[in-house]
C-alpha cells in the first residue's frame, strides 16, 4: 500500500502528566497534522512514564521499526527530565555536555536576565554526537541522533521544533486528499465503501460519523500519499453508488 | 514503588483518524483522569492504526504486561471497524454474534426508527465469551474480555463506556495529590525536588512549568497512591525549603 519513498514516523510521548490527565496532550495532533501535510506517514504513537528503564525499551524497540522518531517531553531542568540521558544509554552513546547547546542557554539567559543555573546547564547534555535542533520560543535546544529527533513537551515549543524538523529532513511527498459528506449513515453505505476500499491499494478510505448526539450522517475521506488520480476516480466511484441509492 | 493492590492500566487507541491528525483525540486524557481519581494506574497509552495485523500484535503484546487493556475505536459499523474481529484472532476466540448485544441494537433502533441493517448487526459480532459494556449514549455496547475491555471511539460514548468499566471493576484504591505552586523556576529549586523523591518510595513527585511566552514559576504536584501521610510529610518538606530560599 504504501510508496517506498514515503517514510514512517512513531512518536513517544514522555510525561507522567500525561497520563495522569493533568494535561492534554496537543503534541500529537500538531504533528500529526503536519506529518500529514509533508506527506509523512505517522505509523504508532505512544504515551509512556518519566521511567528510565521505560524510555530506554521503547526507543530500543522502535528506533528499527520506523524511519523517525520523534520523542516529546523531559527536557527540562528538573530531577524528571531524563529523556537526553535514556537516550543516551539506549544507543550506547556518552552523554556529555554539548558546546552549541551550551552556547545557546548562554545566550537565552542573558536575553532574558536570569541566571544560568547548573540545572539549566543540564539542559544542554546530550548523546555524544547530537546534532541540535533549533528552539526558536526559549533557549534550551531539541536534538538529533541517529534517527531520534527529541522537542520539548511545551506544545508552542514542540511546534517550533516540528517545523524544524521538517527544514531538517525536506521530505517532498504531498498527501492528496478529499471527502464526501452524506447524509445517509455508516451502516447505508459500508457496502460502497468496502468495494471502494477494494478498486487501488495505494488510496485509503475512512468514514467518520458525523455525531451530536444521534448519528447525523458520514463524511467519508479520500486520501492517497503518491496517486490523486486513483483517489479521484475512488471519489467519482463512491460519489456515483451513493446517488444511485438516495 | 506500587503498592501491590493498585492495578495498572493500558489504553491502545485504535484509529487512522488520530494518526493522520484529522481527528484530536479526546479519550485518553478522560480516561486518564477517572483512572487516576480511582487509583488504576494508567502506564502506557498506543495509538495505532486500523490495521489488523497492529491490532493483534499489540494486543498480545500488551495484555501480559497489564492488568487492564482499555481499547477505544473501530467498533462502528463499517469496512475498517475491524476492533472486535481482530481481538478475537489476538484471542484465538470464535468471532460470533452476541444474542444480549443483538438484543440492544434490535431495540435501539426500533426506539430511534431506524433500519438494523447487515452493517449495523455486524456491531453486535465479538469474540465468544465476552460481557457487555453498557453502552447509554447509542445502541451498540462495548465488550469485556479476558482483561481487555472495548469501547467506543465516539468521546460521548467512550466516557459513558468509562463509567460503567469503573462499575464493572469497583476499584477502591483513591490517589491522594496535593501541590505547591511557586514563582521559583524550576532551575531553581532542582535540588530541591531531587531531595523530596528520595524521602519516600510511595511517593511522586511531578514539577510543571508555569509558561506564557517566558517561564513564570512552577508547580510541584506531590501525590501517592496509598499513602496520604508521606505525600503531605514531602509537600512540608518542599514547603520549608522552598522558603528558606525565597
Partial sequence: ????????????????????????????????????????????????????????????RLKKRFDFIITTGGIGPTHDDITAESISLALKKKYLLHKGAYKELVKYYKKI??????????????????????????????????NIFVFAGVPSIAEAMTKEFLKIIKVKNKFYSTSVITKLFESKIAHILEKAEGLYNDVSIGSYPIFDGKPRGVEIVISSMSNKPNALKVKKFITTEINKII
Fill in 113 to 146: 536576565k536570569s541566571e544560568l543555573t547548573d540545572a539549566r546547564i543540564k539542559m544542554a547534555y546530550m548523546p555524544q554526537g547530537s546534532k541540535l535542533i533549533k528552539n526558536t520560543v526559549s533557549g534550551a535546544p531539541g536534538f538529533n541522533i541517529e
Fill in 1 to 60: 500500500m504504501l510508496n517506498k519513498k514515503i517514510k514512517s514516523a512513531s512518536i513517544v510521548v514522555i510525561g507522567n502528566e500525561i497520563l495522569t490527565g493533568r494535561t492534554q496532550d496537543k503534541n500529537i495532533n500538531y504533528i500529526a497534522k503536519e506529518f500529514f501535510k509533508n506527506g509523512i506517514s505517522l505509523k504508532y504513537v505512544c504515551v509512556i512514564p518519566d521511567d528510565k528503564k521505560t524510555i530506554v525499551n521503547e526507543i530500543k
